[in-house]
């Protein structure tokens, strides 16, 4: 369950929590094995049906011994929606615009871009996200804890649409131009553990927490423009022997770029009383 503590919190967290805790409380101990199954999809007047997603999740928790471990996983697939109408600036291809209406739909095609030609929606998305809570009682003073979880998220948007004839593209590699797509990779994991308990009538506890999450960003169908369009590659000859003509080997484009990616990793030991 989650906890949104409001008055009090600095009360008894300290100055740190004067805007408030949130406490995420973790189910522990032996429960009976659950699971959950999801879905749905858009239905809408003017656009073509999309959206689609399943939502699976479930847990366990099994007994081992005086120990207990709780178990949970859940899994999101997401389609995209768009909710874009029709480009009626878009002449690429015949130099000619699709007629729209004031509906946002085509009336009169009469170039071979597909409409719509952009995206204005929800993108694609597929999510893993596990987690384990584990505890051992040491008598009636005490006991030993651990938890921890893994998640990894990876999604898809799109830019601004790159028309044919736009100084940002090659028309050797799109003819109609192209939409360049985003695609974040998000990974995270922690594990924490200690003990806490009671002696001599004081609350004690020790325990340490380690926590990553990496980012990365990757682009597809997409290009760098000042790399130009493949070009046929003179210093190296097809099987004639002959360097310049039809059947030398080709640079392939590159329309994928790995743009870059963080990472962060953070320990934390404490110990209390």
């Not at 009538?201 to 926590?211: H, I």
Request: aromatic share 10%; no cysteine; glycine share 16%.
């Amino acid at each position: 369950r989650v906890e949104v503590l409001r008055d009090g919190a600095a009360a008894q967290y300290g100055s740190d929590a004067i805007a408030g805790v949130v406490n995420l409380v973790l189910r522990r101990g032996r429960f009976a094995p659950f699971a959950t199954v999801t879905g749905g999809e858009y239905f809408t007047a003017d656009y073509p049906r999309d959206g689609r997603s399943v939502n699976v999740n479930g847990g366990w928790g099994v007994g081992l011994g005086q120990a207990s471990l709780a178990l949970a996983a859940e899994y999101l697939d997401r389609e995209p929606t768009n909710r874009a109408w029709a480009d009626s600036s878009d002449v690429s291809g015949t130099g000619l615009n699709d007629h729209v209406g004031p509906d946002g739909r085509v009336v009169i095609k009469r170039n071979r871009v597909p409409q719509p030609n952009h995206h204005w929606g929800d993108g694609f998305e597929k999510d893993l996200l596990t987690m384990a809570s584990g505890n051992l009682p040491l008598g009636a003073h005490g006991e030993l804890y651990a938890f921890g979880g893994y998640s990894h998220r990876l999604g898809n948007g799109e830019g601004y649409r790159r028309y044919a004839d736009d100084g940002r593209n090659w028309r050797q590699i799109y003819p109609l131009g192209f939409l360049p797509e985003f695609r974040p990779i998000v990974t995270d994991y922690s594990m924490a553990g200690g003990w806490k308990g009671v002696a001599n009538g004081w609350n004690l506890g020790a325990g340490a927490s380690f926590g990553h999450n990496g980012f990365r960003y990757d682009l597809r169908n997409t290009l760098n423009a000042s790399l130009g369009p493949s070009l046929v590659n003179p210093t190296a000859p097809g099987p004639d022997g002959i360097p310049g003509n039809s059947d030398d080997p080709g640079i392939p484009n590159q329309t994928s770029f790995f743009a870059g990616e963080l990472h962060r990793d953070e320990f934390v030991a404490d110990a209390n009383a």
